[in-house]
């Protein structure tokens, strides 16, 4: 009996993608393997810990664009972040804080390359987030203390005034 070679072998069975039938779209201003690095932690790590539980697909693109839109307004008025009403994981990314608690979560879970890729495009983010927020005076009196910089700023007052 012959041998059927291993090329007619796979074309009889076609390989799962996990992304489903088409691929994830590229996050702005990261590479398309950075881009696929977010996209497999998004995925792996599904809301199966509470801690992550905000960590879900298309969080991180959708933290960064929240981000990128909260430093957006030209001018050097200060700028207050302004705490989310509902705490569902729509509602949620109306705190910009909550948007820069995502990005952090993704980089802590990035491989290296991709966690440097990332941390470069937020840098400048970051800066501009320090220079056009007001730092909190009581931050070191208040109940919770966090170990995040973005909450010990003002917040509480409407973004736009």
Known sequence: MPRRRPRALRAGRPLPHPWGPTPPSRIHGLSTGASLAVHRVER???SSSPRHAFLHPGA?????????EFLRPPGRRP?????????CSGCSFDDVRHARDVLAETLERLPRRA???LGRLLRPLDEEF?????PDPFAHRRQWRTEFWWYRRL????EWG
């Open 44 to 46: 792996l790590s599904g």
């Open 60 to 68: 991180t693109d959708r933290a960064l664009r929240r981000y990128r």
């Open 155 to 158: 917040a509480d007052r409407s």
């Open 130 to 134: 320090a220079r056009r927020t007001l």
């Open 115 to 117: 966690r440097a890729e």
């Open 79 to 87: 700028l207050y972040p302004r705490e989310s009403h509902c705490s």
